[in-house]
């Protein structure tokens, strides 16, 4: 990853007087160390844009993790600021371990009023207008730059509409990533992306009975475009790769046996410059991350079908990323 000169400001704004806190673990940081900075904006061509951010306690030697929400989504809520269950607060945990910088963004607001992403749909009307990838990407150079970070790796991750955007910025800025994980997301058949070559090591995570995005392809409920099948989304990057063809699969421990859904693990390797793809092929899971610390209650569940708890999610991607 290589840092560039800035063409946007980067504004830090903190809280008077409060200090930051890992919400799994309640260590206080204080306001201006290692921490979670609640507060923080960048401006885009004159638009301010948000975001939050996790420091380890050597953010010079840190790797950047990027988790974007999906849609009506937001950052305090992908990263489980908000209260909520949310598989990806996991990634606190992981970054102070591993010593990792995390950004957790906010979308801009598209028609219907939910915050979300300019992924590549043509067929989405409902999605925002902004140009996102300018937003992120300047994003990851603004830390990488002012933490001293311009030889470390970043990745990006992301769920529903925000792994559709992290699938964009693997196709338009594939010099600032060094990999990619999407779950419960595909590529879309109408889009106005274009055609990208960079090899890009890929994770897919879907569910086979996502009531939302269908696995086997087709239109997203309500009315959010057309897309390309699972199975689909994985064939292309193993193309773009030219990684080896897959392994039979393996079956990975079903630590939960209430939950309806068990997990096939595909993994293709040798690409180009070394790179991988992973599928997560989630059998009997719904339009959700899987996780075994952080599980939905019923009520959610009635909307986006089963979650696994056979796997923890943030985990699965890091160690894919990790080994890269």
């Given at each position: 990853m290589k840092s560039t000169t800035l063409?946007?400001?980067l504004t830090l704004l903190t809280a008077c007087g409060s200090s930051t806190k890992n919400p799994n673990n309640n260590v206080d940081f204080g306001t201006a160390d290692p921490g979670i900075?609640?507060?923080?904006?960048i401006n885009i061509e004159g638009l301010e844009r948000r975001y939050k951010l996790f420091l380890p306690q050597t953010p010079s030697a840190a790797n950047i993790v990027m988790i974007?929400?999906?849609?009506?989504?937001?950052?305090?809520?992908?990263?489980g600021l908000e209260g909520t269950k949310a598989p990806h607060k996991i990634w606190l945990d992981i970054a102070l371990r591993d010593n990792l910088i995390l950004i957790a963004p906010d979308g801009e607001t598209g028609s219907e009023g939910h915050q979300g992403w300019n992924d590549c749909r043509t067929d989405a009307p409902t999605n925002p207008i902004t140009d996102d990838v300018?937003?992120?990407g300047s994003l990851i150079d603004a830390i990488a730059e002012e933490f001293n970070t311009p030889d470390q790796k970043a990745f990006v991750v992301g769920t529903s509409n925000g792994g559709m955007m992290a699938m964009r910025l693997a196709d338009e800025v594939p010099e600032k990533l060094h990999a990619f994980a999407s779950v419960v997301a595909s590529r879309p058949i109408n889009t106005e992306c274009p055609d990208a070559t960079a090899p890009m090591s890929a994770l897919i995570m879907n569910g086979t009975a996502d009531?939302?995005?269908?696995?086997t392809g087709g239109h997203i409920k309500p009315q959010r475009g057309e897309l390309y099948s699972t199975l689909d989304a994985v064939n292309y990057w193993v193309n773009r790769n030219?990684?080896?063809?897959?392994d039979n699969g393996i079956s990975l421990p079903n630590m939960n046996t209430n939950d309806n859904s068990t997990v096939t693990l595909y993994s293709y390797s040798d690409g180009i410059d070394d790179t991988q793809v992973k599928h997560y092929e989630v059998v009997g899971g719904g339009h959700t991350e899987p996780s075994i610390a952080e599980q939905y209650g019923l009520i959610w569940k009635t909307v986006v079908g089963e979650q696994n708890n056979d796997v923890e999610t943030a985990e699965e991607i890091w160690r894919f990323f990790s080994s890269l």
């Amino acid at each position: 990853m290589k840092s560039t000169t800035l063409l946007v400001t980067l504004t830090l704004l903190t809280a008077c007087g409060s200090s930051t806190k890992n919400p799994n673990n309640n260590v206080d940081f204080g306001t201006a160390d290692p921490g979670i900075q609640t507060n923080r904006t960048i401006n885009i061509e004159g638009l301010e844009r948000r975001y939050k951010l996790f420091l380890p306690q050597t953010p010079s030697a840190a790797n950047i993790v990027m988790i974007l929400h999906g849609n009506r989504g937001s950052s305090a809520q992908v990263i489980g600021l908000e209260g909520t269950k949310a598989p990806h607060k996991i990634w606190l945990d992981i970054a102070l371990r591993d010593n990792l910088i995390l950004i957790a963004p906010d979308g801009e607001t598209g028609s219907e009023g939910h915050q979300g992403w300019n992924d590549c749909r043509t067929d989405a009307p409902t999605n925002p207008i902004t140009d996102d990838v300018l937003f992120l990407g300047s994003l990851i150079d603004a830390i990488a730059e002012e933490f001293n970070t311009p030889d470390q790796k970043a990745f990006v991750v992301g769920t529903s509409n925000g792994g559709m955007m992290a699938m964009r910025l693997a196709d338009e800025v594939p010099e600032k990533l060094h990999a990619f994980a999407s779950v419960v997301a595909s590529r879309p058949i109408n889009t106005e992306c274009p055609d990208a070559t960079a090899p890009m090591s890929a994770l897919i995570m879907n569910g086979t009975a996502d009531p939302i995005l269908p696995y086997t392809g087709g239109h997203i409920k309500p009315q959010r475009g057309e897309l390309y099948s699972t199975l689909d989304a994985v064939n292309y990057w193993v193309n773009r790769n030219q990684t080896t063809t897959a392994d039979n699969g393996i079956s990975l421990p079903n630590m939960n046996t209430n939950d309806n859904s068990t997990v096939t693990l595909y993994s293709y390797s040798d690409g180009i410059d070394d790179t991988q793809v992973k599928h997560y092929e989630v059998v009997g899971g719904g339009h959700t991350e899987p996780s075994i610390a952080e599980q939905y209650g019923l009520i959610w569940k009635t909307v986006v079908g089963e979650q696994n708890n056979d796997v923890e999610t943030a985990e699965e991607i890091w160690r894919f990323f990790s080994s890269l």
